[in-house]
Every structure is written in C-alpha cells, then in structure tokens.
C-alpha cells in the first residue's frame, strides 16, 4: 500500500473520531469513496464507544 493513500485513510479515521467526540451526526461524512468512508465512519464508531464509557 502506498504512504500517500494510507495517510489519506488514517486522516479519514482521524476525522471521524473527532466528529464523533463533538456529537456530529454519522450522516455528516463528507467522504463519498468507500475506503475513505468506511474508515471515517470506524472513527466516529470508536468516538462513540469512547463517549459513552467517559459517561458511564
């Protein structure tokens, strides 16, 4: 795999996780490719997980 597209894929990661610390919607991914929003939507999951342990 490629460094350019892999950092594009952890960015994507990187960016959902933090649009999921904020509360922002899963329907507020601006990624339409499939790998990048798949990965994107792994972070905001993960960020969800997290909020809900740090409130429990």
Known sequence: ??????DRLERAL????Q???AGRSKELCPYQAVDARS??????RK???DR???VV
């Open 1 to 6: 795999m490629k460094r350019q597209k892999r």
């Open 14 to 17: 990187s960016r959902g996780y």
């Open 19 to 21: 649009a999921g610390l």
């Open 39 to 44: 990965h994107w939507l792994g972070g905001w």
């Open 47 to 49: 960020a969800m997980e």
């Open 52 to 54: 809900t342990i740090a």
